[in-house]
């Protein structure tokens, strides 16, 4: 994840360029894994940073941060963010490296939510405040057949029965920017400062209309995060077209391919909510509605992101 | 999976070119998937498949199997092969594909020997029936760069701690045959009539020549299989420069460099044992012996493979 520099250098800037926000203050990084977000707090001029992560990778970080001489100023706690208490009580700023895939799938919303209602002083800072999802139409008639309509034929044998459920697995690739014909709708704003856990549960509409006269067989949808804070605002998108991420965009394969036409509009809703046997998978419904000069559309499709 | 058409292919052609090693015979398809392995030996004649598998999968395969005509011939059964009775006692064949990644990790092949001990009639045939384990050392600067002394300096920071643990966890990844740059060593060869549970916790020798002078960073395992009933005997190698398979090549990196001259040997051992806590994963020892005209090298190196 280090890796991926887009992530990493947003950050990087967020805080690091930043040193006004920093200069002297606590923090609180969120899931803090190898450290180098509590790392890049301290060369911004925090007073001391509590990093925190409930995986084995604190002794990593442990190491890392004796080993670029920031003991003094970086305390690694292992602990669920829920079950444990900091020996400051509260601190200035929260910083937290939370975004899935899709923005919520497996995410660490939830944590830095409780992070902020527990740990973190009034008027305090969190470093991103806000974030947004997007949605659109792609042609993608090649992949489409290669991971859907595949199973029509297998070695000569009809496996269709499988197409009902790999229809339903949303895919985590990377979209060519050509491959949009529609608009992108934002159908969802976070912004963290007040967001709240059962806001996660949320049926959003949107409207695309087609750039192109072009076939439609999937949306995608992705993600951009703000720090709104900064003295100039940062951002990234995970968007087509945008440099890579490891988040990639996801992509929702509709059952039915629409024939969308210029400026045609497609109506229709997401709706999104954590699985009810396991809260960190998410069970989401696109519906559609499309009358368009080639075809009528009106469908509702479950995914399952899991 | 159905997607490594080297894999799917070899299957086929040992199962449906033979029709005269299935016609009448009775055959268990264990760890049967989608079920196409127990359809290829429909198409070859057999009396009657039992398929089975303990996953949900087994759901979609009786599915397949009526969705394709062959419901009176293949008998889907979910369960553990280690718990379950065939309704017919023993059978003329087994088949299965059980290899994992280095052939042995999360692989099938302990229940494939329970199969053949509780359910193979004496003198009854596996396909496939042998399988062998090789060794080679290849050059690969670049990527042991990207993937383990990233960590020596990461956005300004050290972290060189991690490369102790990178260096442990071999890679599944592809490997251009360019890269090798010593000979191939078989280290281990299993016959599956023979083999028991027992001889897959070993340690092997391996003597490797180089074939250039260059610099080695890495060793590389593969494998290959062979059906060798066949009137033809069918095999398929996932050896660099092969043709792609979902499994790859396994990539150890090494602590240290060994720069070798064409015709100097790399002497060494293997040694493999399943994990003590999970006997899925793997514990992977590779000892290397190396006095080179440039260099010396002898060092012992422990990798999970988990």
Partial sequence: MLKDEVRTLSYRRAIVDNAHLFKGKTV??????????????????AAHVYAVDCSDIINQAKQIVSDN????KITCIQAKV??????????????????????????????????????LKPGGTLLPDKANMYIAGIEDSEYKQEKIE??????????????????REPLVDTVEAAAQMTTACK?????????????????????LKGTRNDFMHAFIAWFDVEFSKCLKPISFTTGPGAKYTHWKQTVFYSTEVLSVSEQEEIK???????????PRDLDITIAVDFDGKHCSVHLSQDYFLR
Same sequence: chains 1, 2.
Wanted: proline share 3%; glycine share 8%.
């Fill in 28 to 45: 609180m990084d969120v899931g803090c894994g190898t450290g180098i977000l509590s790392m890049f707090c301290v060369k911004a001029g």
């Fill in 150 to 167: 595949f199973w029509n034929n297998v070695y000569g044998f009809n496996m269709s029965c499988i197409k009902n459920i790999a229809i």
């Fill in 268 to 278: 229709g809703s997401l709706s999104c909510k954590p699985n009810a046997k396991n």
């Fill in 69 to 72: 001489n920031m003991a003094d």
């Fill in 82 to 119: 829920e079950d444990m208490t900091l020996p400051c009580g509260k601190v200035d700023i929260i910083v937290s490296e939370w975004m899935g895939y899709f923005l919520l799938y497996e995410s660490m919303l939830n944590t830095v939510i409780y992070a902020r209602d527990n740990f």
């Fill in 187 to 207: 159908f969802m704003s976070i912004d963290l400062n007040t967001v709240k856990v059962a806001d996660l549960t949320f049926v959003r509409p949107f409207t």
